[in-house]
């Protein structure tokens, strides 16, 4: 799937997959409250299954993974989902 907007880069097509490094790099932005928020929700805990959809690099299952939901994550973008950091 391409995704196209005129008002960008002419209107050509625009690949995450090019920019998946950096994103990996420097998209782990939230801070531990955002996630502990999460958890006080009961938002992605102990028994829950979780879906993230455009996950990305899989910043929010990376960080929630301790809190015990079972995560999964889906993106258009393989090279997204093949972009890790530890």
Do not use: C
């Not at 090019?18 to 998209?27: G, L, M, P, T, V």
Request: aromatic content about 12%; hydrophobic content about 35%.
């Amino acid at each position: 799937m391409e995704i196209r907007n005129a008002a960008f880069d002419h209107g050509n097509p625009f690949d995450w997959g090019r920019a998946s490094e950096d994103y990996a790099k420097y998209r782990d932005i939230y801070p531990k409250a955002f996630y502990e928020k999460l958890a006080e929700l009961s938002l992605g805990i102990k028994g829950q299954i979780a879906l993230d959809i455009g996950t990305g690099t899989s910043v929010i299952p990376r960080n929630m993974y301790g809190y015990g939901a079972d995560w999964t994550g889906v993106d258009l973008s393989e090279n997204q989902m093949r972009t890790r950091t530890s």
